[in-house]
Structure formats: structure tokens, C-alpha cells
């Protein structure tokens, strides 16, 4: 018989609908080629790295823990962020199965069948490959648009810095003040991206709100007094959505001390919204 849809109480008493879930994880290397796994229980047929989701994982955790154990340890990824979901039907009794493409870079290292495809053959390929070899996917891969996209969002986001994918989730309940306090933790050690959302707007914000006394200064001067203002401006944004004020004891030092000697991009990008 067909899934029940069942549900979940929060402590609050809303109801939410549960549904299992799963992830396909297409890694990519810099040449633009897909990794393919033969299914061991269908040979001929390929597929990228997939599995369920566990009780208690984070898509995330679970794509992750997908690539260790399809493609082995020795295989170094990059998680680049979500390229598709869907929900699709697993069999007659679950009828509605979460599934999301979870985009990863390869880093490093070689893929080696690990425990869930021993025995498996593996194989890189591009997207003519693909088409030309006639080489036969499984579901959802088989979509040669989903194939496109994959690579598509791979150029757009395998040379962007890296971002805070997945934060700790509470262990209890969702906690405003704990998320925020995990994404300043974030925001600390991915220092490039905070100054690139925030330090842009806080220099035009800098230039628009410069006294009209400034018009009489020297550029030089009248430049060094916007950044300055452009810098504690970014400050007070990042304050506002919980970026500051924020523990070494919480992240990894290494990346704080990072994040202060990227100071200097402050100054780059009020410099570029300046000139916009």
C-alpha cells in the first residue's frame, strides 16, 4: 500500500510531514569530467556516487558519507552546493522519496570502489563521452539536462571561494541565537566572502552619507575618511547578522589568523563599490 505521509510534532506543536530522503552526488574533476560507478547489481548501467539518507544525517553528512564509502577514502572532494531536488517514488509502498543532487569537486586523490561497489568498475567521462559512447545512466542521471546543468554550476561555483554549506544543526531545537552564533563562526573563517556581501554596500553607503564638507578635501584624504567609514559600516553589518564578536575558542585559529591577514580586501572592494 502507498506511504502514509507521516508526521512529525515540534515542541511548539507544529506538525511537518516526513519523508525519507536521498542524495546523488555527482563529483566532477577539473577536466569537466562526471565520475561513474557501474551498478553492481546492473552491469551496464552507470551512475554517480548515491545513496539514503541515515536517521540523524544532514544532507551534507550524508553525501559525504556517500563518496567515502562508494568511491573510497582516498578520494578528496569539494562540496560545491545543491543542483537539483525532486521528489520521486522508490516502489508501490514509498511513494514519495526526497532525492538531491549534491554537487561535489574532486580534489585529490583517485576513486576506488569502496564497501557498497566493491567490485565495480569506475570511469570518467565528459558529457560528449557520455552521448557518444551511448553509455546507459540511471535515474535521474539518465535526464541529460540535469547532466548539463550539473557541469554548468560546476564552472559557475568550482573557482568561487568556499562557503558555509551546512551549520551545525541545534541538538535539540532549532535556536535562533545558536545559528547565529554557528554562522558567525562561519562568517570568521570565510572572511573573503563576508567582506564581498557586506563591504561593497557598506561603501556606497560610506559615499552617500559623506558630509558635505568633504567635497573640500584633498582625494586622498577624502578616500582614506570613506574607507574608514566603509570598514565600520561592514562591521556593523556583520554585528547585525551575528558575524562578530566571536570566540577564537569556537573556530579554528588557523582560519581566524587567515581572516586577518585578508584584512586588506576591505580596502579592495569599498575601493570597487566606490568606482560603481
Not at 48 to 77: H, I, K, Q, W, Y
Request: one cysteine or more.
Amino acid at each position: 500500500m502507498p506511504d502514509a505521509r507521516p508526521t512529525a510534532t515540534a515542541l511548539n506543536g507544529r506538525l511537518f510531514a516526513t519523508f525519507p530522503a536521498a542524495v546523488l552526488v555527482p563529483i566532477v574533476n577539473r577536466r569537466e569530467e562526471l565520475l561513474l560507478l557501474e551498478s553492481p547489481h546492473r552491469p551496464g548501467l552507470w551512475e554517480p556516487v548515491n545513496g539514503a539518507v541515515d536517521v540523524g544525517e544532514t544532507l551534507f553528512d550524508a553525501a559525504l558519507r556517500e563518496v567515502r564509502e562508494e568511491a573510497g577514502p582516498r578520494l578528496s572532494v569539494r562540496p560545491l552546493g545543491v543542483v537539483h531536488a525532486s521528489t520521486f517514488s522508490y516502489d508501490a509502498r514509498l511513494q514519495h522519496v526526497i532525492s538531491v543532487v549534491y554537487l561535489m569537486a574532486q580534489e585529490g586523490g583517485n576513486p576506488v570502489p569502496g564497501s557498497d561497489m566493491r567490485g565495480s568498475r569506475v570511469r570518467w567521462a565528459t558529457l560528449g563521452a557520455i552521448e557518444s559512447e551511448g553509455l546507459r545512466l540511471l535515474p535521474p542521471f539518465d535526464e541529460p539536462w540535469l547532466r548539463r546543468r550539473t557541469i554548468d554550476l560546476f564552472r559557475l561555483w568550482e573557482p568561487e571561494p568556499a562557503v558555509p554549506l551546512q551549520g551545525p544543526p541545534s541538538a535539540s531545537t532549532w535556536n535562533k541565537d545558536e545559528h547565529l552564533l554557528s554562522r558567525a563562526c562561519l562568517l570568521s573563517t570565510l572572511r573573503r566572502q563576508r567582506l564581498r556581501e557586506t563591504d561593497g554596500l557598506a561603501a556606497r553607503q560610506a559615499a552617500a552619507s559623506a558630509s558635505p564638507d568633504d567635497d573640500h578635501l584633498p582625494p586622498s584624504e577624502h578616500r582614506r575618511r570613506v574607507l574608514g567609514t566603509a570598514v565600520e559600516l561592514a562591521e556593523q553589518l556583520v554585528l547585525r547578522v551575528g558575524g562578530g564578536g566571536v570566540s577564537p575558542s569556537l573556530c579554528e585559529q588557523d582560519d581566524l589568523s587567515r581572516a586577518d591577514r585578508e584584512h586588506e580586501d576591505v580596502e579592495i572592494e569599498a575601493n570597487r563599490a566606490l568606482r560603481t
